[in-house]
């Protein structure tokens, strides 16, 4: 049974090479995904809901994928509750998993009731319980001790969270305590979080998780989140990221994290209901910060090509938008002045890179939505084995920034399918672009 286990598995994966996209793994139970960069490379965490049908969690293990382009995944290790304190076990939730000092620190939740920790040489593991017990034991503070956060601040200070919040329960909230240099122990008593503000956000869940950007901390629990400038808080209810489409609610276990000059949102959600089983599935999509530092997952992304998935486009799409892309040099994501967003601060020499851009090869003209001040030019690249250009595009003043343009021009027939966009001209702020599309 495992051998046929293990070749189904392989077969698995080898089919799934050639579709992923949302769910991450289509009929696989995957829930609790987090994603981390590990040594330039992607990795994600996730539990497994085993059966279609339970009424209540049955979770037999943990499982470390790869990726290197959010697009194709395979499965590098599966944990199993024996291989911890835990023994024989149904009850393997949500984790984190953080790298310091060349070590990578797997904590795990014994159900709602503990956390442990495991360590490793390598983000793939093998990893080994290093306490034998809990780090965090059953009854360590007044509330919950499971469904581990950890954040390692810039200056190397790491932070554990943990808990359950319910706003109008006063025996249920986070925690959160500084961990030693050694990360498998607390180096203070866990004090609760302190969340304020009258929105109906963060009304209660379980699985915080806190992120930092340009100063400000983000705790949130599925989608829902808070902010402060001090990793204790208080942190003041802020909104969703999603719009409750997709499961984007306080039930979206996943995490928010940066690649390659992107940002993107996981989580998990119960697609079949939650009334019917305890059964979920996990979804990848941009993430976009608002000039406020407000969050925005990319819903409308989801509305257009949700089965696609990220990193993946088709030339025939009505349009691209700009804010869509794996990897950038000099530019900047930010509001678009009408609606949603768009890139600004291009300069000479900056670049968008949209790889798996299926269907170049019978596209004759690629027409931009721009704004620009002084005018620049777009180089349309192929980029493969063969780098080859396609194209260059000049874009003139449009008068203002709010005031946008097309501007077309004729392309070559393209022999790969990963596609580079570089600007060209004189100044700080070339253009801003909107969209693109093909022709």
């Not at 599966?78 to 835990?86: A, F, G, L, N, V």
Request: with cysteine.
């Amino acid at each position: 049974m495992k051998t046929l286990l293990k070749l189904s598995t392989v077969f698995f994966l080898a089919t799934l090479s050639l579709n992923a996209g949302n769910p991450i793994v289509p009929d696989f139970g995957m829930a609790d995904p987090h994603i981390y960069i590990f040594e330039g490379k992607v990795f994600l965490f996730t539990t497994r809901d085993s059966s279609k049908t339970a009424k209540k969690f049955i979770m037999p293990d943990w499982h470390i994928w790869t990726s290197d382009n959010l697009v194709d995944w395979e499965l590098v290790r599966t944990i199993k509750p024996t291989e911890t304190w835990m023994g024989q076990s149904t009850r393997c939730w949500a984790t984190e998993t953080v790298e310091k000092n060349g070590k990578y620190y797997f904590y795990f939740s014994n159900g709602n009731e503990s956390t442990g920790v495991l360590v490793a040489d390598k983000p793939e593991g093998p990893y080994v319980d290093v306490l034998k017990k809990p780090m965090l034991p059953k009854d360590l503070t007044p509330t919950k001790e499971y469904d581990p956060g950890v954040l390692v601040d810039d200056d190397g200070q790491a932070y554990m969270s943990f808990g359950h919040h319910r706003s109008a329960d006063d025996d249920y909230y986070y925690m959160i305590a500084r961990l030693n240099d050694d990360m498998v122990s607390l180096a203070e008593a866990p004090r609760e979080i302190l969340i304020t503000g009258d929105s109906k956000v963060l009304a209660g869940n379980d699985k915080p998780n806190i992120h930092k950007r340009n100063g400000i901390y983000y705790l949130s629990a599925g989608s829902h989140y808070a902010i402060s400038d001090n990793v204790y808080g208080p942190y003041v209810k802020t909104g969703n990221s999603g719009n409750d489409d997709y499961g984007l609610d306080g039930k979206a276990h996943g995490n928010y994290f940066e690649w390659n000059g992107q940002w993107f949102h996981t989580w998990c959600h119960f697609h079949l209901g939650k009334d019917v089983a305890r059964f979920r599935e996990s979804y990848i999509s941009y993430l976009h910060y608002k000039d406020n530092g407000e969050m925005v997952t990319d819903t409308d992304f989801l509305d257009q090509h949700f089965a696609t998935g990220v990193g993946q486009y088709k030339a025939d799409w009505r349009c691209i938008e700009a804010e869509w892309y794996m990897k950038a040099k000099d530019v900047a994501k930010r509001e678009h002045p009408l609606k949603g967003f768009e890139i600004q601060e291009i300069s000479n020499s900056s670049e968008l890179y949209y790889p798996n851009m299926k269907g170049l090869s019978d596209k004759t003209a690629i027409t931009f939505k721009a704004s620009s001040l002084r005018g620049a030019v777009i180089e349309i690249y192929s980029v493969g084995e063969h780098p080859q250009l396609l194209g260059k595009c000049k874009v003139s003043s449009t008068g203002s920034w709010d005031n946008y343009s097309e501007f077309t021009c004729k392309i070559k027939a393209a022999e790969a399918n990963e596609l580079l966009l570089r600007f060209k001209g004189k100044g700080d702020e070339l253009l801003h672009l909107d969209a693109f599309s093909f022709k």
